[in-house]
């Protein structure tokens, strides 16, 4: 049997009554970025709630959600059907899906020699730091 190692796939039917997204996934690394208010939070709390099988933060915003995984296994949930989950036979889905949130974001860091003159106090502060000086030296070279 395969080990489930990341999301290959996720596709949401009716966010907000009308939109269609299918967001295919790299194994390491993927970013969503966004206006605020343009639903990235409301992404991500629907696909929590589905990977821990319907804990949903508020209210769900979609009519479908399927979650495909690099064993091709499948979660779906429909706002009329609740849960199916194909290729899971009789697992428990906690046991087979481990969720870690990071939460380092705003702990504090030591200051480093090339921040020590920018107002960098938390973990989060200093990766958008060095994201914004990776673009600048693009921009430059």
Known sequence: MEKITHIKKIEIEGLWGKYHIEWHLNPDVNILAGINGSGKSTLLNIIAGVLTGGNFIGEVWSDEVK????????LYFS????FRFYGFHEEIIS??????RISTFEQPIKTQSGTINEKIKTDLDLQIFELQRAYL????N
């Open 79 to 82: 706002k009329s059907n609740q």
């Open 137 to 140: 030296s693009y921009q430059i």
């Open 95 to 100: 046991d087979v899906i481990k969720i870690h």
């Open 67 to 74: 979650i495909s995984f690099n064993d091709n296994k499948m």
